[in-house]
Every structure is written in structure tokens, then in C-alpha cells.
């Protein structure tokens, strides 16, 4: 077993709670995502045998070439997608996901309704959000935010459990994560993705629920294969 990433989820479990702690919150509230885009079927491994159960990826062709076979080995891993859906890619992330995060339009809402009623499975489900309003970037506008969810639960009975935003690199991720928890409390959302390597101590003060942390567990990311 590799020391380096040993030690690396270590010190980040530790940072965890020590920053929720600091934030007066309880650590076992704020769950970490291991996120293991391009990283290796045997360093997923090593952290699944460390104790990391939740996982995510960013996108669904990766996820469905490496994951079922860990599944299989391990059925109590929980598998999140934290990159932008494609509606054509639907039926398979509710096939390999215990949890979406990166519902973001209608198009998607509408997508997922009619998956949900052809299979068994329901993944569960978060609305991203554009907070710094990129163009580049998916997810929903913050003044939308109150509209969509609510389209999400009337029109497509999707149970919507939280918001997740990624903020821009140029700008305080503090202010963003603010924003997202105070739409989300706006809602009566309990769950709040937000934070990765660099931030996410920022994100438990705010309420983070769900930490994203590729890097500071797996090191600098491979580029990515086309």
C-alpha cells in the first residue's frame, strides 16, 4: 500500500474535523468525496482499503469503465457523479451512481423522470449551481435556482436533496459558498456540496455537508484521456 496516499487521506480526514470543530459542527456531518477522476483502479483500491467509501467522478464514460468491477468487490461503496450530465448518459448514471450532483437543467429533470419510472434504482439527487454565473460553467443561475427546484419536485416528482456549486477560481470561494447555503436554507435543503483541495475548510464553516477532494488525497490529476 502506497504511504503517500496513506497518509494524504489521513491528514485530510483530520483537517475535516478539525474544521468542523472549529466551526462548532459536529465532524460526522461533513462527508468526504473521495474524487477519482483519472486516478487509477489500484489507488482507488488502496483508499477503499483504508476505510474511504465514497467516491466521485466526473464523468459517466470514466465512471462506467472502472466502477462496476470495484462495485462488485466492494457493494458497500457509494459512487457519486460531480460532473455535468448529458442527457444521453442518463440511463447509464442511474445504472453507476448512488448520487448525482450536476442536475442543472430541465432537459436533465426531464430525463431523469423518465428513467426513474422505467428502473429500480433512484439515485439521489442534488441541483448545481452557477454561482459565479460563467458562461463556461454548467449549472443553474442563482436567480433561477427557487424556480427549477421547484419545477424538479412539481412537475417531474424529483425529490431534490441539496444544491452543489463550484466556484470560480478567481474569486472568493467564501462568498459562493454563502450563497449556496443561504438558497439552500431558502428551500429547506439539507445537503450542501461544496468545497474541494483548496477550499474546503472555507465550505464546512459554511455548511458543508459534502467535501470534493481529488488532489490533496491522489496527488496532482493525470491529463485527462481523450
Same mark, same amino acid.
Given at each position: 500500500?502506497?504511504?503517500?496516499?496513506?497518509?494524504?487521506?489521513?491528514?485530510?480526514?483530520?483537517?475535516? +474535523?478539525?474544521?468542523?470543530?472549529?466551526?462548532?459542527? =459536529?465532524?460526522?456531518?461533513?462527508?468526504?468525496?473521495?474524487?477519482?477522476?483519472?486516478?487509477?483502479?489500484? +489507488?482507488?483500491?488502496?483508499?477503499?482499503?483504508?476505510?474511504?467509501?465514497?467516491?466521485?467522478?466526473?464523468?459517466?464514460?470514466?465512471?462506467?469503465?472502472?466502477?462496476?468491477?470495484?462495485?462488485?468487490?466492494?457493494?458497500?461503496?457509494?459512487?457519486?457523479?460531480?460532473?455535468?450530465?448529458?442527457?444521453?448518459?442518463?440511463?447509464?448514471?442511474?445504472?453507476?451512481?448512488?448520487?448525482?450532483?450536476?442536475?442543472?437543467?430541465?432537459?436533465?429533470?426531464?430525463?431523469?423522470?423518465?428513467?426513474?419510472?422505467?428502473?429500480?434504482?433512484?439515485?439521489? !439527487?442534488?441541483?448545481?449551481?452557477?454561482?459565479?454565473?460563467?458562461?463556461?460553467?454548467?449549472?443553474?443561475?442563482?436567480?433561477?435556482?427557487?424556480?427549477?427546484?421547484?419545477?424538479?419536485?412539481? =412537475?417531474?416528482?424529483?425529490?431534490?436533496?441539496?444544491?452543489?456549486?463550484?466556484?470560480? !477560481?478567481?474569486?472568493?470561494?467564501?462568498?459562493?459558498?454563502?450563497?449556496?447555503?443561504?438558497?439552500?436554507?431558502?428551500?429547506? !435543503?439539507?445537503?450542501?456540496?461544496?468545497?474541494?483541495?483548496?477550499?474546503?475548510?472555507?465550505?464546512?464553516?459554511?455548511?458543508?455537508?459534502?467535501?470534493?477532494?481529488?488532489? +490533496?488525497?491522489?496527488?496532482?490529476?493525470?491529463?485527462?484521456?481523450?
Amino acid at each position: 500500500m502506497s504511504e503517500t496516499v496513506s497518509a494524504s487521506l489521513q491528514g485530510v480526514e483530520r483537517d475535516i +474535523a478539525a474544521a468542523a470543530r472549529r466551526a462548532s459542527r =459536529d465532524p460526522a456531518t461533513v462527508k468526504l468525496i473521495a474524487v477519482a477522476k483519472t486516478v487509477s483502479e489500484h +489507488a482507488i483500491e488502496e483508499t477503499i482499503l483504508l476505510g474511504q467509501r465514497r467516491f466521485g467522478e466526473n464523468r459517466v464514460q470514466e465512471a462506467k469503465a472502472k466502477w462496476p468491477a470495484l462495485k462488485e468487490r466492494h457493494p458497500d461503496l457509494e459512487l457519486h457523479l460531480i460532473g455535468p450530465l448529458q442527457s444521453n448518459k442518463v440511463r447509464d448514471a442511474v445504472q453507476l451512481f448512488e448520487v448525482i450532483h450536476s442536475v442543472d437543467r430541465p432537459k436533465i429533470a426531464q430525463a431523469l423522470a423518465e428513467e426513474f419510472g422505467r428502473a429500480e434504482k433512484r439515485p439521489r !439527487l442534488l441541483v448545481q449551481v452557477n454561482t459565479g454565473e460563467e458562461l463556461q460553467k454548467a449549472g443553474i443561475l442563482p436567480s433561477e435556482t427557487d424556480d427549477f427546484v421547484g419545477l424538479c419536485r412539481d =412537475d417531474y416528482c424529483l425529490a431534490i436533496e441539496g444544491l452543489m456549486c463550484i466556484p470560480p !477560481l478567481d474569486e472568493e470561494a467564501a462568498l459562493h459558498f454563502a450563497l449556496l447555503a443561504k438558497i439552500a436554507a431558502r428551500l429547506k !435543503l439539507k445537503e450542501l456540496s461544496m468545497g474541494m483541495s483548496g477550499d474546503f475548510e472555507k465550505a464546512i464553516v459554511f455548511g458543508a455537508t459534502y467535501v470534493r477532494i481529488g488532489t +490533496a488525497i491522489f496527488g496532482a490529476r493525470q491529463p485527462d484521456k481523450k
